[in-house]
């Protein structure tokens, strides 16, 4: 049982565009949610997060939509740069900043390539 | 700079053979979590160690431990590695503060002939 999914394994876009990063998921519980980045040979870094009382972050070129209703976030980059071809996962959590530990549920990644 | 090591980056061992994967960390986190990720899959929780307390995900096998002699080492055994145990391995940290921001290392390939 999947809780966190991301459908698209990957997403092409011209340098300079947006790109758009969706991810579903389905415990009711999840109350923190996270994008992380994964170059090759690298492990994942975080990039932005966003609680369930906000339904938008945003840092720099990233911003992180959340639909709670339709228990759907996205990313979005703009502009987008070839420097930011990556792996990159969704993350979700529940409890975030209480008593239990940070277990992050991740999707299964969508790559983005950005074409000069 | 601060970061989460882990070595070796590929492992090769036999079938059945034990293994034993290592991370470090200078972060000074209390946290450390390993993590399985196989091809095109998630990572996947299998355990973590808040100080020295040790938290085991339900549905991670017997065949997986852990052991954290000191805040800064991690280790985990695969003591009967099977075919289907080849995956990448990761190793994350967090601080108790802010456990949802995990530091990852690069990862160990595993792979199980």
């Known amino acids: 049982d999947q809780q966190v999914k991301q459908n698209s394994p990957s997403l092409s876009v011209q340098e300079g565009r947006i790109s758009i990063l969706n991810c579903d998921y389905t415990?009711?519980?999840?109350?923190?949610f996270l994008w992380y980045k994964k170059y090759p040979a690298e492990g994942p870094t975080f990039l932005i997060s966003i609680s369930s009382i906000k339904d938008k972050n945003e840092d720099g070129r990233f911003t992180v939509f959340l639909n709670k209703s339709a228990k759907h976030l996205s990313l979005h980059i703009v502009p987008s740069q070839p420097g930011d071809s990556a792996v990159y996962f969704c993350a979700a959590t529940e409890n975030a900043g209480g008593t239990s530990y940070g277990k992050l549920t991740f999707g299964q990644g969508t790559i983005l390539t950005v074409h000069p | 700079d601060a970061m989460v090591i882990q070595n070796p980056r590929y492992q090769v061992t036999q079938f059945g053979k034990p293994v034993t994967l290592s991370c470090s960390q200078t972060l000074n986190h209390n946290v450390m979590y390993w993590y399985q990720q196989k091809s095109s899959q998630a990572p996947k929780l299998l355990f973590h160690?808040?100080?020295?307390?040790?938290?085991n995900e339900a549905d991670t096998p017997d065949n997986f431990q852990s052991r954290r002699p000191n805040t800064s080492f991690c280790f985990l055994d695969i003591r009967s590695p099977g075919l289907g145990d080849a995956a990448m391995y990761l190793c994350?940290?967090?601080?108790?503060?802010?456990?949802?921001?995990?530091?990852f290392g690069p990862g160990t390939r595993l792979l199980v002939l």
């Open positions: 415990n009711s519980m999840f109350d923190y």
């Open positions: 160690y808040y100080d020295k307390d040790f938290n």
């Open positions: 994350a940290t967090s601080s108790l503060d802010i456990q949802e921001t995990q530091y």
